[in-house]
């Protein structure tokens, strides 16, 4: 019997970020990785983002959610361990406590700070569930502690997030998922292509907030490398790549810039750029031969009416 508990359990795995910046900062084509922009403001600016009107991903996985909950969680199963990958405020893991109820939850993310304000919430909620959280950057490799149950582990990465990495980058994310889900399985969301004049709303909003969130990465930067960054130096920029089937963030340079940190520095021309994401845009076909390359052997696929976004479960 699972003992109730009403408080969040909280680890971190540290990592020595400063030789990835450096590496960015300092290419020829200067980039800084996505999970930068997840420090705790960003976190709340990208909780915002997924407020807007013309940011549909969240809006539409969450009807597919709902219209679906019954197959999705039939597909499922109920108990086990349910695994929140970029787990934000869990509110999406939080949807289908009542109908997977699963014993245990595990949130992952980024910004271990803003995930714990999230679970204390919940844990008062949920005295069922035992309820940990990791602060981890799993793009490079996820690792899931030995403490947490090995059976019936459902990995849960919903909105869109696996369009940051590229094809070779998810390929490899989702073959470990494979790995340690035992006899569980992966519900995941995807963006799927459309319109150039749909996507760039999304990422290029009137109120200006995406631009806030990938501005905000610079003060993000400064905090782990002791840098100068100065947010009002430089724009948000949107491009939509069809050859990749993607978009793509940067932060362009207002005007010349030299930005220093101990023992190094980078100077920018007017009209530099940063790159900061990709948001890769999947068919369900090209979706559904990744998960058959990283080992899934079986899905089934929900969709909105636009077929704008997919949920999937795969084993």
């Not at 070779?168 to 006899?183: P, V």
Request: aromatic share 10%; charged share 20%; with cysteine.
């Amino acid at each position: 019997m699972q003992i109730p508990t009403t408080s969040a359990d909280t680890a971190t795995i540290d990592h020595d970020f400063i030789p990835e910046i450096e590496l960015g900062l300092l290419a020829e084509n200067a980039s800084i990785s996505p999970k930068f922009l997840y420090d705790p403001l960003g976190s709340h600016l990208f909780t915002a983002i997924t407020l807007l009107p013309e940011y549909y991903p969240t809006n539409t996985e969450k009807n597919i959610f709902t219209q679906y909950q019954d197959e999705i969680s039939e597909a499922v199963g109920i108990g086990g361990t349910l695994i929140d990958l970029g787990a934000g405020n869990c509110q999406k893991a939080e949807s289908f406590f009542d109908t997977l109820k699963p014993s245990n939850y595990l949130a992952i993310d980024f910004s271990v700070e803003y995930l714990q304000d999230a679970l204390n919430k919940l844990a008062g909620k949920y005295p069922d569930i035992l309820m940990q959280c990791i602060g981890m950057d799993f793009s490079k490799e996820l690792i899931i502690p030995d403490s947490i149950a090995k059976t019936k582990r459902t990995f849960f990465y919903p909105g869109s997030s696996l369009g940051n990495f590229l094809q070779s980058e998810a390929l490899e994310l989702l073959s470990q998922i494979k790995n340690q889900a035992n006899d569980g399985g992966l519900l995941i969301g995807v963006d799927l292509m459309k319109a150039d004049s749909v996507l760039m709303a999304a990422y290029d909003d009137p109120l200006k907030v995406t631009a806030a969130f990938n501005l905000n990465i610079l003060r993000s930067i400064n905090s782990h490398l002791g840098s100068d960054f100065r947010v009002d130096q430089f724009r948000h920029k949107v491009k939509v790549n069809h050859a990749d089937n993607r978009v793509e963030l940067y932060l362009e340079a207002l005007e010349n810039v030299t930005v220093s940190w101990p023992g190094k520095l980078r100077t920018f021309k007017k009209g530099e750029l940063i790159h900061t994401e990709n948001s890769h845009k999947y068919t369900i076909e090209s979706i559904k031969q990744l998960l058959i390359n990283a080992g899934f052997e079986s899905s089934q696929i929900w969709t909105d009416p636009k077929n704008y976004f997919a949920v999937i479960y795969a084993k």
